[in-house]
Antibody, heavy 121, light 105 residues
């Protein structure tokens, strides 16, 4: 059984960057990439982007192009999400989630516990 | 982007009720439609994938139907642990989620 464990809560000032980690443990293979999804307080889910297991492919939601970087360190089975130029409306819980199968990379069957990012001056 | 809508946005129901939630896509998405359940303070959990398939461990009272633009999630007999928010997600193109349907007592 795969578990995804995310790094702890962050508080950042506007204009700063945040980097969230997501470590896979348990039976970690096969894996079909990691998506990042966020949820603003009291709001719904927003898909941000996906990175392939070997960092060979990425896909981004248009609104995050140029501001979002995703990486995977296969040696430590850890995925990272960095969001730059933070604004107050980036305040949210950020989730990593695993793709279910190679043809269902965006079907998310294992989720991390979430990381709260607060952007405030 | 493909836009997803859900109805109703919220509903009140009782244990044992049959509950139906609908999801509509702004263009045809074949059967590339998933449903997730999210309880307060928890991460979402995959409930149904590819419109009608249940992952292992999901109770059979949950079912999904639909193709093209119109989809339905049905809970045949609502249980106490089913009070939650339900989201649809299309994966036909760059993924998008619906706004959610909150099911409460």
């Amino acid at each position: 059984q795969v578990h995804l464990v995310q790094s702890g809560a962050e508080v950042k000032k506007p204009g700063a960057s945040v980097k969230v980690s997501c470590k896979a443990s348990g039976h970690t293979s096969p894996a079909f990439g990691i998506s990042w999804v966020r949820q603003a307080p009291g709001q719904g889910l927003e898909w941000m982007g996906w990175i392939g297991t070997y960092s060979d492919k990425t896909n981004f939601a248009q609104k995050f192009q140029g501001r979002l970087t995703m990486t995977i360190d296969t040696s430590t089975t850890t995925a990272y999400m960095e969001l730059r130029s933070l604004r107050s409306d980036d305040t949210a819980v950020y989730y990593c989630a695993r793709g279910r199968a190679v043809a269902e990379r965006y079907t998310l069957d294992v989720w991390g516990q979430g990381t709260t990012v607060t952007v405030s001056s | 982007d493909i836009q997803m809508t859900q109805s109703p946005s919220s509903l009140s129901a009782s244990v044992g009720d049959r509950v139906t939630i609908t999801c509509r896509a702004s263009q045809s998405i074949n059967v590339f439609l998933n449903w997730y359940q999210q309880k307060p303070g928890e991460a979402p959990a995959l409930l149904i994938y590819a419109s009608s398939s249940l992952p292992s461990g999901v109770p059979s009272r949950f079912s999904g139907t639909g193709s093209g633009t119109d989809f339905t999630l049905t809970i045949s007999s609502l249980q106490p642990e089913d009070f939650a928010t339900y989201y649809c997600q299309q994966t036909f193109s760059t993924p998008t989620f619906g706004p959610g349907t909150k099911v409460d007592i």
